[in-house]
């Protein structure tokens, strides 16, 4: 293969993973409502997509090995996206967990913790079991979860995705956050809306703050 060749397919690959690196982001941002975002991914998307396949098309005649660099831009574009995303955790989500264990064992320690928490009472296959309504930030969804796990290991567990909340409140901070070994983690941003709870229920603000 001449080097020109695979110089070229070398730039063909790296541009693919870029641009369908971008394209899946850009479907995120779509479905979470981010239209600047949007916007701005898709030009510069469709730039580079152009540019890959013009460059391809040209030569494809001549060397057909770049359908290889193309196909494996393609797809590994796709997994660079996914990772990119999960790494990001952009958007907020509803989590709700159900547990038999005492109720105010785990809300209290999910609220100081600093997440505003909703409490139903619920009847389950082997008796009362008690649900935690709350909503944030995806990057905050493992630390809570591993609030959850200290509390009860066999609490069942729904992540929902939310577009939109009506309410937002500030965060409950510690202020002595920074000495923690987990000081990494971001502080949880604590919302809470009356469109994501369950049909025919409404909490009111009181319902979704620290007590």
């Not at 958007?91 to 600093?114: H, Q």
């Not at 309410?167 to 919302?191: G, H, M, Q, V, Y």
Request: charged residues 20%; glycine residues 6%.
């Amino acid at each position: 293969m001449e080097t020109s060749i695979l110089l070229t397919g070398v730039l063909v690959f790296f541009a693919r993973i870029l641009d369908v690196a971008l394209g899946t982001l850009r479907t995120m941002m779509t479905i979470q409502g981010r239209t600047l975002i949007s916007f701005s991914l898709g030009f510069v998307e469709v730039i580079i997509w152009i540019l890959v396949v013009s460059a391809v098309v040209s030569q494809i005649k001549e060397s057909p090995a770049l359908i290889l660099f193309y196909a494996f831009g393609f797809a590994s574009g796709n997994v660079a996206g996914i990772l990119i995303e999960a790494k990001l955790a952009l958007g907020n989500v509803a989590l709700k967990v159900i547990s038999m264990k005492e109720e105010n064992t785990l809300a209290d320690k999910l609220r100081t913790a600093g997440q505003p928490v909703t409490v139903f009472a619920g009847m389950g296959m082997h008796g009362p079991v008690h649900q935690l309504f709350m909503v944030c930030r995806r990057r905050d969804v493992n630390r809570l979860l591993a609030v959850v796990k200290t509390v009860d290991a066999n609490a069942f567990v729904i992540t929902e995705m939310v577009k939109d909340v009506n309410k937002l409140l500030n965060p409950i901070r510690n202020p002595f956050d920074f000495l923690r070994s987990d000081s990494k983690t971001d502080s949880a941003t604590t919302l809470m809306t009356d469109q994501v709870l369950p049909a025919g229920i409404h909490a009111s603000g009181d319902d979704c703050a620290d007590e």
